[in-house]
T-cell receptor, first 111, second 109 residues
Framework: ETGVTQTPRHLVMGMTNKKSLKCEQHLGHNAMYWYKQSAKKPLELMFVYNFKEQTENNSVPSRFSPECPNSSHLFLHLHTLQPEDSALYLC??????????FGPGTRLTVL | QKEVEQNSGPLSVPEGAIASLNCTYSDRGSQSFFWYRQYSGKSPELIMFIYSNGDKEDGRFTAQLNKASQYVSLLIRDSQPSDSATYLCAVNGGGKLIFGQGTELSVKP
């Protein structure tokens, strides 16, 4: 695997389900990010991790819970989501403060 | 005022023409600037970055930066239908990237 990978690529879940999104980067970067992209809206930064430490939480609801066990892996745990949380969730990585490289994204639909 | 502003478009140009995409930003302390291309249903792909005032060329793409005017642009020469996508401007402000809303470009054969 090269670059930034994300699984699953598509996810449909009910509002009472619990699921997790996974991101893995193979670029040797030390910063990882979660973004949300809704239709016709700009990218919304959700969380930033630098050297496994969370450095930014952009007022994200607690139903989204990130986890970064090491510099190569990032998870986003989801529970009791709302239909308006349906979006493309993108993971990115970078050397700190440098250009970011994105994974293919997870298309999430909340029913 | 939005931190990074782009005209959402759509911008329509004929094949072979020059497409000009513009972006303004509010943070005078910004040091690095990026252009991403995003095809429909896909993730953003980095195509150019620029740090210094002036022009930077890479193939058919030229990024232009004017820090005094807080303005960065992307020129695409000899536009092709395959260039049709949304182009995102991103500015490194305070250690994180701030994205504009993107400009949709349509290149007509």
């Amino acid at each position: 695997e090269t670059g930034v990978t994300q699984t699953p690529r598509h996810l449909v879940m009910g509002m009472t389900n619990k699921k997790s999104l996974k991101c893995e980067q193979h670029l040797g970067h030390n910063a990882m990010y979660w973004y949300k992209q809704s239709a016709k809206k700009p990218l919304e930064l959700m969380f930033v991790y630098n050297f496994k430490e969370q450095t930014e939480n952009n007022s994200v609801p607690s139903r989204f819970s990130p986890e970064c066990p090491n510099s190569s892996h990032l998870f986003l745990h989801l529970h009791t989501l709302q239909p308006e949380d349906s979006a493309l969730y993108l993971c990115a990585s970078s050397q700190v403060r440098n250009e970011q490289f994105f994974g293919p994204g997870t298309r999430l639909t909340v029913l | 005022q939005k931190e990074v502003e782009q005209n959402s478009g759509p911008l329509s140009v004929p094949e072979g023409a020059i497409a000009s995409l513009n972006c303004t930003y509010s943070d005078r302390g910004s040091q690095s600037f990026f252009w991403y291309r995003q095809y429909s249903g896909k993730s953003p792909e980095l195509i150019m970055f620029i740090y210094s005032n002036g022009d930077k060329e890479d193939g058919r793409f030229t990024a232009q930066l004017n820090k005094a005017s807080q303005y960065v642009s992307l020129l695409i020469r000899d536009s092709q239908p395959s260039d049709s996508a949304t182009y995102l401007c991103a500015v490194n402000g305070g250690g994180k990237l701030i994205f504009g809303q993107g400009t949709e470009l349509s290149v007509k054969p």
